[in-house]
């Protein structure tokens, strides 16, 4: 018997970004105290996810949330980290009924 590991979407106002993920995931990348090593480990998980977004799209959408430079927008890989950051807080204030 199979189990069905339940997953929360999180898609950008836009619909440029679209990703799903597990609450033990969304949970581990948001909490208090800084989660910059949690979301390092949590982007290799979500990497065929995340290949499938447009790096330049994906800049567009984070120079949109105004907190980052046009120069750090620059950096694809931190803007991978920078976008899980945000799917995992959007998921966990939303909450996991449904």
């Avoid at 909490?31 to 499938?52: F, N, R, T």
């Avoid at 949330?65 to 950051?85: P, T």
């Amino acid at each position: 018997m199979s189990t069905e590991i339940k997953t929360y979407p999180y898609i950008s106002g836009m619909g440029f970004v679209d990703l799903e993920l597990t609450q033990e995931q969304a949970q581990r990348g948001h909490h208090q105290g800084p989660c910059d090593a949690d979301i390092e480990a949590l982007v290799p998980e979500l990497k065929d996810q995340l290949d499938k977004i447009d790096p330049d799209l994906l800049r567009q959408k984070l120079a949109e949330e105004g907190a980052w430079s046009d120069v750090e927008l620059e950096d694809d890989q931190q803007n991978r980290y920078r976008i899980v950051w945000i799917a995992c807080g959007d998921i966990c204030d939303n909450g996991f009924s449904g």
